[in-house]
T-cell receptor, first 119, second 113 residues
């Protein structure tokens, strides 16, 4: 089945530095990638939607200059947390619609997540 | 805007029992898709079951089945013969075709031995 590979799984960085998270679709083309943030014991909060070859669409309240999303190819989308601060510490998950047509009617494939800790 | 509500933050049952997780949603659309996702301690999101709104028949996947009540906008998940490995967070989710998934708050399910 469709697989989204997400790396790194864990990262610890110093405050003020930038961190890049990669999501690759391994056996299908992901024209769209969704990026979520999840706090402990809470639901997934959609941060932004990236589409291959175009600018990402950010949800209200998400700082586009802090969370840079690039979707340069049909198999790779990246999220860069710039000038990270402790409050950016969270679990980040990517997801792509699986199945034909890419409309998600058959479900969505999720990456395994990245636990970011900013110290 | 579409919303998804899971009114049970936590549930706990004994192994082999049947448990039902509730989910209601709000939409003015007629065609959409509903999903239940499982998030075990590994935090990997796993699709449990999906339902297409235009299909009246309730979806089933082995021990998992749904009770889809379109008029009531209700989409509950029944887990039969529960197993220890079913312990996880369960999220109800809605997709109306705009590709974006809208998640409920989640229900933490614990299966006790």
């Amino acid at each position: 089945g469709a697989v989204v590979s997400q790396h790194p799984s864990r990262v610890i960085c110093k405050s003020g530095t930038s961190v890049k998270i990669e999501c690759r679709s391994l056996d299908f083309q992901a024209t769209t990638m969704f990026w979520y943030r999840q706090f402990p014991k809470q639901s997934l909060m959609l941060m932004a939607t990236s589409n291959e070859g175009s600018k990402a669409t950010y949800e209200q309240g998400v700082e586009k200059d802090k969370f840079l999303i690039n979707h340069a190819s049909l198999t790779l989308s990246t999220l860069t947390v710039t000038s990270a601060h402790p409050e950016d510490s969270s679990f980040y998950i990517c997801s792509a619609p699986s199945g034909t047509g890419g409309r998600g009617r058959y479900g969505y494939t999720f990456g395994s997540g990245t636990r970011l800790t900013v110290v | 805007a579409q919303t998804v509500t899971q009114s049970q933050p936590e549930m706990s049952v004994q192994e082999a029992e049947t448990v039902t997780l509730s989910c209601t949603y709000d939409t003015s659309e007629n065609n959409y898709y509903l999903f239940w996702y499982k998030q075990p301690p590994s935090r990997q999101m796993i699709l449990v079951i999906r339902q297409e709104a235009y299909k009246q028949q309730n979806a089933t996947e082995n021990r998992f089945s749904v009770n889809f009540q379109k008029a009531a906008k209700s989409f509950s998940l029944k887990i039969s013969d529960s197993q220890l490995g079913d312990t996880a967070m369960y999220f109800c989710a809605f997709n109306q075709g705009a590709q974006k998934l809208v998640f409920g708050q989640g229900t933490r399910l614990t299966i006790n031995p």
